[in-house]
């Protein structure tokens, strides 16, 4: 049998189990995973998998990810999640919303002065609080969620930023 890089996991065999393959791959961040198969080849294909993700991210950090790209994935993962249907809907809208202004900003490039921004630019298009500081909430879980599926470091954004009553202020006075 061939012998496998450094990193990209093992398989072995554990007998007196109704599923005897075992195959572990340890990520990046340390965490060992592991899965039974009933055949080897079962287990061969599972490391492939998870080789193939783990190299599709590591090119996806290294020339980075766009708001309007990782918004699929943040769609996609919430989608799973008990949401109400109505709750989902406004969820959607409010990515939307973000993605029609953010979308082509790479994450590693968010930062809470274009956050502040975008805050600004719906209020002097007329949206309301609710609305303004629901997209700040988005762009929040986004981020979050990105740095949970370490296509970030950390997140970058300090979301203590202006209040969305600051914003109307300073609209009502230019």
Same mark, same amino acid.
């Given at each position: 049998?061939?012998?496998?890089?450094?990193?990209?996991?093992?398989?072995?065999?554990?007998?007196?189990?109704?599923?005897?393959?075992?195959?572990?791959?340890?990520?990046? !961040?340390?965490?060992?995973?592991?899965?039974?198969?009933?055949?080897?080849?079962?287990?061969?294909?599972?490391?492939?998998?998870?080789?193939?993700?783990?190299?599709?991210?590591?090119?996806?950090? #290294?020339?980075?990810?766009?708001?309007?790209?990782?918004?699929?994935?943040?769609?996609?993962?919430?989608?799973?999640?008990?949401?109400?249907?109505?709750?989902?809907?406004?969820?959607?809208?409010?990515?939307?919303?973000?993605?029609?202004?953010?979308?082509?900003?790479?994450?590693?490039?968010?930062? *809470?002065?274009?956050?502040?921004?975008?805050?600004?630019?719906?209020?002097? #298009?007329?949206? *309301?609080?609710?609305?303004?500081?629901?997209?700040?909430?988005?762009?929040?879980?986004?981020?979050?969620? !990105?740095?949970?599926?370490?296509?970030?470091?950390?997140?970058?954004?300090?979301?203590?930023?202006?209040?969305?009553?600051?914003?109307?202020?300073?609209?009502?006075?230019?």
């Amino acid at each position: 049998m061939d012998r496998r890089k450094k990193g990209s996991g093992q398989i072995t065999y554990v007998s007196g189990r109704k599923s005897p393959w075992r195959a572990s791959v340890t990520d990046n !961040a340390g965490k060992q995973k592991s899965r039974f198969f009933k055949t080897e080849k079962e287990a061969k294909a599972f490391l492939r998998e998870v080789n193939a993700d783990a190299n599709k991210l590591k090119t996806l950090l #290294e020339t980075g990810v766009s708001l309007r790209a990782f918004s699929e994935i943040f769609r996609q993962e919430k989608a799973k999640e008990n949401m109400k249907p109505t709750a989902y809907k406004t969820l959607e809208l409010n990515v939307g919303r973000v993605c029609d202004k953010l979308g082509h900003v790479m994450l590693r490039d968010i930062d *809470s002065d274009l956050v502040q921004q975008l805050v600004f630019d719906l209020g002097k #298009e007329g949206y *309301s609080k609710s609305v303004m500081e629901k997209s700040k909430i988005v762009i929040g879980s986004m981020l979050k969620m !990105a740095a949970a599926k370490h296509y970030l470091d950390t997140v970058p954004v300090e979301l203590r930023m202006l209040t969305v009553l600051q914003v109307q202020i300073k609209l009502h006075r230019s």
